[in-house]
């Protein structure tokens, strides 16, 4: 869990790092671009939502599974991604957390707000930050 | 549409760029100060408000009026900018996107919300960037 | 309040001051955890709180026994903290806003919702950002 103040980080990976967490968002706000979702991953993610009791995925072959059947009932997405906040910096590896106040808009009609906070460990993989594990946990009881 | 990892951008421009798209909700957050919201657009700046079935306006001149009919039925705005995405970079142009989560209540009462994503496109003019395109779109059905 | 561009600033401290002001709502939003509450603010910060019609803290002290007394009445906190606009730098001063859009849930099952601006003044204290003055308005009456 996030402390103050922020462990010692140069200026453009705590951005980086920040515009990782937005970028899964980001992805999956577009509905229907896997590709997009899996390039903010490693080949080795893990991606835990036992948060939501849905289980563990690893790998880019399982979060491709998981939104090859999910992006299909979903008609509007919005997450809303803020309050970022750097756990842990050392050189390749990082921890963080950001806010996310989520809704989603099933092509059944129904609507989903959740509000959460996300926990990512990333990896500086050639050149490129990318989410070796995300799990997430509730602020608010739904 | 932003894509992962964003373009190269010095991390100066970067800051910038997400501080002008914060500039604008802010400024319409404030109700009443035009200057204010014109000081974010340049001069030819496009404002398209076409995903609200609004129109498209051209100029300062045309956005001045906007604003100037729009404040005075406003009772209170908030403007929840995140997501900040950078789309293209070429130096003195750029491209965005970010999430927002606006409610707007009018002098009348009324209550609106939407869960939108603004597209935008800056210039740098001399020293400052500014928006030289606005657009939205919305992230779930209204 | 703040107008574009904002007043030039290193980017370091630029990121900082966004840090800090994301560093008091995540140590609301962990509910319980009162050093990580006080470790944002300088002994000596006003927590002015009349804008909620709350009083005004003074001092580490002060803020302890604030907190001291509703944390136990919250069962889960969300203080999204977004929209942050520098509005003055002085290098070992600045202000600066945020926009927050706070839910609070309490242990008595009752909701809170509120969508208000903060108002930040912070100070450089050896090495480290903290707040001297915290002070809130309401976007949207509530």
Do not use: Q
Request: proline share 6%; with cysteine; charged share 20%.
């Amino acid at each position: 869990m996030a402390v103050y103040p922020p462990p010692p980080c140069p200026i453009e990976d705590r951005i980086a790092l920040e515009d990782l967490a937005t970028a899964y968002c980001n992805a999956v706000d577009r509905i229907g671009d896997i590709d997009g979702v899996l390039a903010v991953f490693a080949p080795d993610a893990v991606y835990d939502l036992t948060g939501f009791g849905l289980g563990v995925m690893e790998g880019h072959a399982a979060i491709r599974a998981f939104y090859a059947g999910a992006f299909p009932t979903m008609a509007g997405n919005a997450h809303y991604a803020s309050n970022f906040a750097l756990a842990a910096f050392a050189g390749d590896t990082a921890s963080a957390s950001v806010h996310v106040h989520a809704f989603s808009k099933g092509t059944d009609g129904s609507l989903m707000e959740v509000k959460v906070r996300y926990l990512m460990d990333a990896r500086r993989d050639p050149g490129t930050w990318r989410i070796t594990r995300l799990s997430l946990e509730l602020l608010l009881p739904a």
